[in-house]
């Protein structure tokens, strides 16, 4: 079976499935109700330490030090922001604390003086799009005796903003009795609590029968709701809550809860179901007190949390499947994802701490005042005196990972701690902005996210102040106890509890000597498990995350921004640079055969890579995320929407990881600076590429900072008008690009050599083209296009329309240098493809004097004579040859070209190429006489005669009546081509005088070009071979008299004969054997 490559980036892709499943894992409460579930916490884990306290404004402090029936004051959080307010009868004022708490921290706004005499209850919800409210960043709905008032809130640098909205058509009537629990959606819907009825508050345009501003209920129909006014009847609900990431709005009684689906753009709620504490017969006792939210980023499964009067808690669930049986509950916590909520079951209870005996006995005078519930962190306050027991329960992680990785049963455990504050009025989780609770995986829990998110913190209102909470995170825990060592009974329970691969893990993330000197207890493979889960969940954020989203601007739908904020990005940053750094430090923790007892045979595939290797990842990927924090600091945004839509495409669908994994989309990220680059040229933007090397050496390397550099000089050039500067820029930039010539893509090469054609910087163009050209030898089809680029460049330049200076026998300049560098690199097909040019012109003697480099292996290269443009390169590098003196090398070629001409060239042609063959050999001999050159001399001229010879018989086949022909045919026996296929045959190529012997003179009794031949080919031919041609020769010329019965055809045969060879060769003309023909005819 075939197994996956492991790699470093599935090492950490495998621990964050790890922590995603641990995440989704459903963990409940032992079947055994006796088991210890409650653990407490130690003195040295204690969950919460006091950060600070910020003394309550003066002004306040007097009002509750002298309350009264005429004062009534209020004090309570405001959701989505730090802001915390206090009311004072129709005054409500916001305190910004954070400012500190003199008058500058408080906002104040006086409801209706004239009218409303105190303020019942305050809200802040989110704005819905459209409405009369648009610039306002929150509704502030505040309810005074009166009525229900809605304004404008906006939390800015500045401090807060009021939009006063003082018209009628912002107020609307309500009961006049209780209101509590106003809560707003993520698309500005807002509900709240009226005389015990769920009510939502519509604000929108007037309309013909409504109200714009008013209250209608949705917990009654219509029937309900006129039964109400007759009976008195009320639902006598008290508190509500909201789920966006789910859709969900539960409400709660005393005794029920009922949760709806809220419809998409204020439609209306459709109830899921309702559960009532009297009906179920589970162990969830007393009245409910509180429903809370637990969100999907805490929880896939549970939806609710409710809690009784009695500290029972009870763990609701909005996910079923109807079965055959009826309602069953889904189990399988990965499958609600495709799902909308359609119930509300209670599917586990969890009892309250056991409480100490004292406690116990003054629990029915001091029973729970409120509960608080933030994503696992659970308040339980109860009144003593003028005090307050704050109980704090907050989940075991540690022990449940255990059991997790141990595929144990997966049980749920918690730490306890309990401590006394002074008058509490409000308990508040406060807002980090790197942190949304309601986003899909943001928060996770306390040991995974501490890698990746600073501690949660709490805001605590108390008659004091207000006092901030730090959550205690356990990596924070671990970094206090090793300060006393690691032997202390402390330290032994951490491990424990947490295991030594996530102890581990947490030693990584401190970072310091103290963690170091504590690693050294564990083994190599403690520590490589532990270095995996640490540079795994700081990545988490991010690993396998898009970069990239649509933004929600209505203007612009297509608007590409940011997936990560900014600020969590530098903040995993920091985390990651501070573990390199670690490492960076203590090299030995990278080494694996430093590491005492590991052998290399005992380590999985996984542990193989080494922390070495994650190492690795961890740079490359710290400088991944850097580089793209450089570029939101360059306008990211807008720069996308000027690259090509191929580049736009592919960056708009990447993950962070691809930028280190995926060569397409880091090359489609580098694009983008050069975006910026183009855009401008500022001091700003000439330090990009300063920064790249700076603060992404392994995104950008050196090699491509280069590149950048070149384009910043570049776009210097385009800025500047005056020519000195602009040449030394240009300059500049070709050294840049050509130094960094192996990172340019194809298309970018192109580009930036039109660019400098545009600058008629053609020496530029072709520098930088040649040097692409000459990195890919291997890479034909590439090599020819830039080739091709080059000799168009050329073509811009006029090279081949000035070619070479007459007067001063010099190149065109731009030619020289092409050439010069050509010659350089080596790059003979850049030459040849130059040289092609001048052939096309019918130049390329220009290229002889003075000699271009390579010109006679251009001309001389290919041998393939079936080509035109071949026998031209030749027949031209004869007459380079001439030109240079060398003419038994011109005899040479033109002989070659004579006897290896293709089929298109004919035999007069050839007969042509071989006269030249000879006068060249005799141009040499006029230069040297010496046996060589007349050796040489005599063979061309024997070849030039056997080519005559073959001419003639040529011609008398060609002149041969057909009968003749035919009857010559018809006497050999054999098949013989037609007439035409036999003067095919000696027009298309030379034959030696054996074949010509044979296949031609014999069969057509063309006895006096026999004789010819053996002149030619005979140095000392035989008098009775002579003697016998002759005879053939006498014979066909009495046969010829015979038939036109006339004495001619012998004298014409004789006087030929004689005025050929008499007396230049009587060799081949017997004087005795002529008498006796003429004695016989006279």
Same mark, same amino acid.
């Given at each position: 079976?075939?197994?996956?490559?492991?790699?470093?980036?599935?090492?950490?892709?495998?621990?964050?499935?790890?922590?995603?499943?641990?995440?989704?894992?459903?963990?409940?409460?032992?079947?055994?109700?006796?088991?210890?579930?409650?653990?407490?916490?130690?003195?040295?884990?204690?969950?919460?330490?006091?950060?600070?306290?910020?003394?309550?404004?003066?002004?306040?402090?007097?009002?509750?030090?002298?309350?009264?029936?005429?004062?009534?004051?209020?004090?309570?959080?405001?959701?989505?922001?730090?802001?915390?307010?206090?009311?004072?009868?129709?005054?409500?004022?916001?305190?910004?604390?954070?400012?500190?708490?003199?008058?500058?921290?408080?906002?104040?706004?006086?409801?209706?003086?004239?009218?409303?005499?105190?303020?019942?209850?305050?809200?802040?919800?989110?704005?819905?799009?459209?409405?009369?409210?648009?610039?306002?960043?929150?509704?502030?709905?505040?309810?005074?005796?009166?009525?229900?008032?809605?304004?404008?809130?906006?939390?800015?640098?500045?401090?807060?903003?009021?939009?006063?909205?003082?018209?009628?058509?912002?107020?609307?009537?309500?009961?006049?009795?209780?209101?509590?629990?106003?809560?707003?959606?993520?698309?500005?819907?807002?509900?709240?609590?009226?005389?015990?009825?769920?009510?939502?508050?519509?604000?929108?345009?007037?309309?013909?029968?409504?109200?714009?501003?008013?209250?209608?209920?949705?917990?009654?129909?219509?029937?309900?709701?006129?039964?109400?006014?007759?009976?008195?009847?009320?639902?006598?609900?008290?508190?509500?809550?909201?789920?966006?990431?789910?859709?969900?709005?539960?409400?709660?009684?005393?005794?029920?809860?009922?949760?709806?689906?809220?419809?998409?753009?204020?439609?209306?709620?459709?109830?899921?179901?309702?559960?009532?504490?009297?009906?179920?017969?589970?162990?969830?006792?007393?009245?409910?007190?509180?429903?809370?939210?637990?969100?999907?980023?805490?929880?896939?499964?549970?939806?609710?949390?409710?809690?009784?009067?009695?500290?029972?808690?009870?763990?609701?669930?909005?996910?079923?499947?109807?079965?055959?049986?009826?309602?069953?509950?889904?189990?399988?916590?990965?499958?609600?994802?495709?799902?909308?909520?359609?119930?509300?079951?209670?599917?586990?209870?969890?009892?309250?701490?056991?409480?100490?005996?004292?406690?116990?006995?003054?629990?029915?005078?001091?029973?729970?005042?409120?509960?608080?519930?933030?994503?696992?962190?659970?308040?339980?306050?109860?009144?003593?005196?003028?005090?307050?027991?704050?109980?704090?329960?907050?989940?075991?992680?540690?022990?449940?990972?255990?059991?997790?990785?141990?595929?144990?049963?997966?049980?749920?455990?918690?730490?306890?701690?309990?401590?006394?504050?002074?008058?509490?009025?409000?308990?508040?989780?406060?807002?980090?902005?790197?942190?949304?609770?309601?986003?899909?995986?943001?928060?996770?829990?306390?040991?995974?996210?501490?890698?990746?998110?600073?501690?949660?913190?709490?805001?605590?209102?108390?008659?004091?102040?207000?006092?901030?909470?730090?959550?205690?995170?356990?990596?924070?825990?671990?970094?206090?106890?090793?300060?006393?060592?690691?032997?202390?009974?402390?330290?032994?329970?951490?491990?424990?509890?947490?295991?030594?691969?996530?102890?581990?893990?947490?030693?990584?993330?401190?970072?310091?000597?103290?963690?170091?000197?504590?690693?050294?207890?564990?083994?190599?493979?403690?520590?490589?498990?532990?270095?995996?889960?640490?540079?795994?969940?700081?990545?988490?954020?991010?690993?396998?995350?898009?970069?990239?989203?649509?933004?929600?601007?209505?203007?612009?739908?297509?608007?590409?921004?940011? &997936?990560?904020? #900014?600020? !969590? +990005?530098?903040?995993?940053?920091?985390? =990651?640079?501070?573990? %390199? *750094?670690?490492? $960076?430090? @203590?090299?030995?923790?990278?080494?694996?055969?430093?590491?005492?007892?590991?052998?290399?045979?005992?380590?999985?595939?996984?542990?193989?890579?080494?922390?070495?290797?994650?190492?690795?990842?961890?740079?490359?990927?710290?400088?991944?995320?850097?580089?793209?924090?450089?570029?939101?600091?360059?306008?990211?945004?807008?720069?996308?929407?000027?690259?090509?839509?191929?580049?736009?495409?592919?960056?708009?669908?990447?993950?962070?990881?691809?930028?280190?994994?995926?060569?397409?989309?880091?090359?489609?990220?580098?694009?983008?600076?050069?975006?910026?680059?183009?855009?401008?040229?500022?001091?700003?933007?000439?330090?990009?590429?300063?920064?790249?090397?700076?603060?992404?050496?392994?995104?950008? &390397?050196?090699? #491509?900072? !280069? +590149?950048?550099?070149?384009?910043?000089? =570049?776009?210097?050039? %385009? *800025?500047?008008? $005056?020519? @000195?500067?602009?040449?030394?820029?240009?300059?500049?930039?070709?050294?840049?690009?050509?130094?960094?010539?192996?990172?340019?893509?194809?298309?970018?090469?192109?580009?930036?050599?039109?660019?400098?054609?545009?600058?008629?910087?053609?020496?530029?163009?072709?520098?930088?083209?040649?040097?692409?050209?000459?990195?890919?030898?291997?890479?034909?089809?590439?090599?020819?296009?830039?080739?091709?680029?080059?000799?168009?460049?050329?073509?811009?330049?006029?090279?081949?329309?000035?070619?070479?200076?007459?007067?001063?026998?010099?190149?065109?300049?731009?030619?020289?240098?092409?050439?010069?560098?050509?010659?350089?690199?080596?790059?003979?097909?850049?030459?040849?493809?130059?040289?092609?040019?001048?052939?096309?012109?019918?130049?390329?003697?220009?290229?002889?004097?003075?000699?271009?480099?390579?010109?006679?292996?251009?001309?001389?290269?290919?041998?393939?004579?079936?080509?035109?443009?071949?026998?031209?390169?030749?027949?031209?590098?004869?007459?380079?040859?001439?030109?240079?003196?060398?003419?038994?090398?011109?005899?040479?070629?033109?002989?070659?070209?004579?006897?290896?001409?293709?089929?298109?060239?004919?035999?007069?042609?050839?007969?042509?190429?071989?006269?030249?063959?000879?006068?060249?050999?005799?141009?040499?001999?006029?230069?040297?006489?010496?046996?060589?050159?007349?050796?040489?001399?005599?063979?061309?001229?024997?070849?030039?005669?056997?080519?005559?010879?073959?001419?003639?018989?040529?011609?008398?086949?060609?002149?041969?009546?057909?009968?003749?022909?035919?009857?010559?045919?018809?006497?050999?026996?054999?098949?013989?081509?037609?007439?035409?296929?036999?003067?095919?045959?000696?027009?298309?190529?030379?034959?030696?005088?054996?074949?010509?012997?044979?296949?031609?003179?014999?069969?057509?009794?063309?006895?006096?070009?026999?004789?010819?031949?053996?002149?030619?080919?005979?140095?000392?031919?035989?008098?009775?071979?002579?003697?016998?041609?002759?005879?053939?020769?006498?014979?066909?010329?009495?046969?010829?008299?015979?038939?036109?019965?006339?004495?001619?055809?012998?004298?014409?045969?004789?006087?030929?004969?004689?005025?050929?060879?008499?007396?230049?060769?009587?060799?081949?003309?017997?004087?005795?054997?002529?008498?006796?023909?003429?004695?016989?005819?006279?």
């Amino acid at each position: 079976m075939a197994t996956s490559t492991v790699t470093k980036e599935s090492i950490i892709s495998n621990k964050v499935n790890t922590d995603s499943k641990y995440l989704t894992s459903l963990f409940r409460q032992s079947p055994d109700r006796t088991q210890e579930r409650y653990k407490p916490a130690m003195q040295e884990t204690l969950p919460l330490k006091e950060e600070k306290i910020i003394l309550i404004p003066t002004r306040l402090r007097e009002l509750l030090a002298n309350t009264s029936d005429e004062i009534v004051v209020k004090l309570g959080c405001f959701p989505y922001t730090n802001l915390v307010y206090f009311t004072v009868n129709d005054n409500l004022f916001i305190w910004e604390y954070e400012k500190g708490n003199d008058e500058n921290a408080i906002g104040h706004i006086d409801v209706h003086p004239l009218q409303d005499l105190y303020i019942k209850c305050v809200g802040l919800a989110k704005p819905r799009a459209g409405r009369f409210i648009d610039d306002a960043q929150y509704v502030l709905v505040i309810v005074t005796d009166k009525a229900v008032h809605i304004f404008g809130l906006s939390n800015t640098p500045a401090g807060i903003v009021f939009h006063d909205m003082s018209s009628d058509r912002y107020r609307a009537n309500y009961s006049k009795k209780t209101v509590e629990s106003i809560v707003g959606t993520d698309d500005g819907r807002i509900f709240l609590i009226d005389a015990g009825e769920l009510c939502e508050l519509v604000y929108e345009d007037e309309g013909w029968f409504s109200h714009p501003c008013r209250l209608e209920i949705r917990s009654l129909s219509t029937f309900d709701q006129q039964l109400r006014f007759i009976s008195n009847y009320s639902s006598r609900l008290k508190s509500v809550v909201v789920d966006d990431a789910r859709n969900i709005l539960s409400v709660m009684s005393d005794h029920h809860i009922e949760s709806f689906l809220i419809i998409k753009n204020g439609g209306p709620l459709r109830s899921l179901g309702k559960w009532s504490i009297n009906e179920d017969k589970s162990e969830l006792k007393g009245t409910l007190s509180s429903i809370h939210p637990i969100y999907v980023t805490e929880s896939s499964f549970y939806c609710l949390l409710a809690v009784t009067t009695t500290g029972h808690r009870g763990y609701f669930t909005c996910y079923s499947i109807n079965s055959r049986y009826g309602w069953s509950v889904i189990t399988d916590t990965t499958s609600y994802k495709n799902t909308d909520p359609n119930c509300l079951i209670l599917y586990e209870v969890h009892d309250p701490p056991a409480q100490p005996p004292a406690q116990v006995a003054q629990q029915s005078n001091s029973g729970y005042s409120m509960f608080k519930y933030f994503h696992g962190v659970f308040f339980a306050l109860r009144r003593e005196g003028a005090s307050h027991i704050v109980t704090t329960t907050y989940p075991n992680y540690g022990s449940m990972f255990m059991r997790f990785i141990q595929s144990q049963e997966p049980i749920f455990s918690e730490h306890i701690f309990t401590f006394p504050y002074h008058n509490i009025y409000e308990i508040q989780e406060i807002r980090n902005p790197l942190h949304d609770p309601k986003a899909f995986e943001e928060y996770s829990n306390d040991l995974i996210d501490q890698f990746y998110a600073p501690s949660r913190k709490f805001l605590v209102y108390s008659h004091h102040g207000i006092i901030i909470l730090n959550k205690l995170r356990p990596v924070d825990h671990l970094e206090n106890i090793i300060k006393r060592g690691l032997t202390n009974e402390a330290a032994k329970a951490f491990i424990e509890n947490y295991g030594q691969e996530q102890t581990c893990a947490m030693f990584f993330l401190i970072a310091n000597d103290e963690s170091y000197a504590a690693l050294k207890i564990f083994s190599y493979t403690v520590l490589f498990e532990g270095f995996a889960y640490c540079l795994a969940r700081i990545l988490r954020p991010v690993w396998r995350q898009k970069i990239l989203k649509l933004s929600p601007k209505p203007t612009n739908l297509q608007r590409l921004d940011t &997936n990560i904020p #900014e600020q !969590k +990005l530098q903040y995993i940053i920091k985390k =990651l640079l501070n573990l %390199k *750094k670690f490492c $960076d430090k @203590h090299p030995d923790l990278k080494t694996l055969h430093l590491i005492e007892n590991t052998s290399t045979n005992t380590l999985t595939s996984s542990q193989a890579i080494g922390i070495s290797g994650l190492y690795d990842a961890l740079v490359r990927m710290a400088d991944a995320i850097s580089f793209i924090i450089l570029m939101l600091e360059y306008n990211l945004p807008e720069t996308i929407e000027r690259v090509d839509p191929s580049t736009k495409q592919t960056i708009a669908i990447s993950n962070f990881d691809q930028l280190v994994t995926d060569t397409t989309v880091r090359s489609s990220w580098h694009d983008v600076v050069l975006a910026i680059i183009r855009k401008e040229t500022t001091p700003r933007v000439e330090n990009l590429s300063r920064n790249l090397e700076a603060r992404c050496p392994t995104f950008c &390397n050196a090699i #491509e900072v !280069k +590149l950048y550099q070149g384009y910043e000089a =570049l776009q210097k050039a %385009k *800025k500047n008008e $005056d020519e @000195h500067t602009t040449n030394e820029a240009l300059r500049s930039s070709l050294k840049l690009f050509t130094e960094s010539i192996n990172t340019m893509t194809y298309g970018t090469l192109i580009n930036l050599c039109n660019e400098y054609k545009n600058f008629k910087f053609y020496e530029g163009a072709v520098e930088l083209l040649l040097k692409a050209a000459h990195t890919m030898e291997h890479v034909t089809e590439k090599r020819k296009s830039i080739l091709d680029n080059v000799i168009e460049t050329l073509r811009d330049a006029g090279v081949f329309n000035e070619g070479v200076h007459r007067q001063t026998r010099t190149f065109n300049p731009v030619l020289h240098k092409a050439l010069e560098l050509g010659l350089t690199l080596k790059d003979i097909d850049f030459l040849f493809a130059v040289y092609d040019e001048f052939l096309l012109a019918n130049s390329i003697p220009q290229l002889f004097d003075p000699a271009a480099p390579y010109i006679e292996g251009y001309l001389t290269h290919s041998k393939d004579l079936s080509s035109p443009e071949v026998r031209k390169k030749l027949d031209l590098y004869c007459d380079y040859c001439v030109t240079r003196h060398e003419y038994l090398k011109a005899a040479e070629v033109k002989d070659y070209i004579a006897q290896n001409a293709g089929d298109d060239v004919d035999l007069q042609e050839r007969l042509n190429y071989l006269s030249h063959a000879v006068g060249q050999a005799e141009s040499a001999k006029e230069f040297s006489e010496s046996a060589k050159v007349i050796e040489i001399l005599n063979k061309y001229r024997n070849k030039m005669k056997i080519a005559q010879i073959q001419f003639e018989i040529y011609l008398e086949i060609s002149g041969m009546p057909d009968n003749v022909f035919n009857n010559f045919v018809k006497s050999q026996g054999i098949p013989i081509p037609s007439k035409g296929e036999v003067l095919a045959l000696l027009n298309q190529k030379l034959y030696d005088s054996n074949i010509l012997l044979n296949d031609f003179i014999h069969p057509f009794e063309l006895f006096e070009k026999k004789l010819a031949l053996l002149q030619t080919v005979e140095d000392v031919p035989y008098h009775t071979e002579v003697a016998n041609v002759w005879e053939n020769i006498i014979q066909k010329a009495i046969q010829r008299s015979e038939d036109q019965g006339m004495i001619q055809p012998i004298a014409d045969t004789l006087i030929n004969a004689g005025r050929k060879y008499y007396p230049s060769d009587t060799r081949m003309l017997p004087l005795g054997k002529s008498r006796l023909v003429i004695k016989i005819f006279i």
